[in-house]
């Protein structure tokens, strides 16, 4: 399979639920990012993340844990969510310093009760 | 901190007519500025990009051109066709970097 996959592609959950959301790219790249879209704000920054070391936060609330264990993986932990964080959850990755373009995967559609 | 602004938030446009969506950047830093489309449901993907030394890029029906003086890239799509129809995003960065700052985006309707 070739490009950025993310899984779940739909997502309910509760307030005080835990869950996780997966992305996993198979194009080499060594920089993955999250990126939340929303009407309010489209496409607005969350976590960059260069060779697994996390380079940027877009002062994202502590609710939304990121992790990187590898170039190939980026997770978002999720816990405590509000109901104004029900969104599309992007992640995309690029070349550490290529053509700056970013490969973005289907996204994870969350809903919060 | 930095922004992009885009114009306009809705664009409705007759089949064969040019679309033209203005943006303009804050960041003065910022030397690399992609458009990404996004259709109905789909992920956005990069359609044309340009850089800070260049003042003009054209591929087919879509061309970018840049005043890095003023502050101010802009899409331009002749000749429109109905599947041209979603949601387009400008942005900017700095090229070899990775905070990429997205505009607001604008939904071009193509009516047949």
């Known amino acids: 399979e070739t490009g950025v996959t993310q899984t779940p592609r739909h997502l309910v959950m509760g307030m005080t639920n835990k869950k996780s959301l997966k992305c996993e790219q198979h194009?080499?790249?060594?920089?993955m990012y999250w990126y939340k879209q929303s009407a309010k704000k489209p496409l607005e920054l969350m976590f960059v993340?260069?060779?697994?070391?996390?380079?940027e936060n877009n002062s994202v609330p502590s609710r939304f844990s990121p992790e990187c264990p590898n170039s190939s993986h980026l997770f978002l932990h999720l816990h405590t969510l509000q109901p104004e964080d029900s969104a599309l959850y992007l992640c995309?990755?690029?070349?550490?310093?290529?053509?700056?373009?970013?490969?973005f995967g289907e996204g994870s559609r969350l809903t919060v009760l | 901190g930095e922004n992009v602004e885009q114009h306009p938030s809705t664009l409705s446009v007759q089949e064969g007519d040019s679309a033209v969506i203005k943006c303009t950047y804050s960041d003065s830093a910022s030397n690399y500025f992609p458009w990404y489309k996004q259709e109905l449901g789909k992920r956005p993907q990069l359609i044309i990009d340009?850089?800070?030394?260049?003042g003009e890029k054209k591929d087919q029906r879509i061309a970018v051109t840049l005043n890095k003086t003023a502050k101010h890239f802009s899409l331009h799509i002749t000749e429109t066709q109905p599947e041209d129809s979603a949601v387009y995003f400008c942005?900017?960065?700095?090229?070899?970097?990775?905070?990429?700052?997205f505009g607001a985006g604008t939904r071009l309707f193509v009516k047949a």
């Open positions: 340009i850089r800070s030394n260049v």
């Open positions: 993340y260069n060779f697994k070391e996390q380079t």
């Open positions: 194009l080499g790249h060594n920089a």
């Open positions: 995309a990755s690029s070349q550490e310093k290529g053509t700056g373009e970013l490969f």
């Open positions: 942005a900017a960065s700095t090229y070899g970097g990775f905070k990429t700052i």
